[in-house]
């Protein structure tokens, strides 16, 4: 009874193992596959490589640029002399200026 038991424990684990094998064999040779197609064809390796880089670059200028308008951004709201004020109007031909809100 208890050689049954171990021997379908052991044959489990030899499906597992064989099936994780299996994968690795099929991602080896899915890899393998793609480099000799890319070296078949060169130019469209060449012409990928020059589009992820122009699209990295274009993508961190973005990058750096908001980042510098925000800091000038704030930078201007800190050093700015004008200050925002409310106006209540109400049916009385004075305005009053609420400055303390």
Partial sequence: MKNTKNQQKTRENNVVKKNKVEKYKYKHLILKSGFKNAIKNIFQLFGLAILIATTFMISM?????????????????????????????????????????
């Fill in 61 to 101: 200028s973005v990058v750096i640029t908001n980042g510098r308008i925000n800091s000038n951004y704030k930078n201007i709201l800190n050093t700015s002399v004008q200050h925002d004020f409310i106006v209540d109007v109400s049916n009385s031909p004075r305005v009053s200026f609420q400055e303390d809100q």
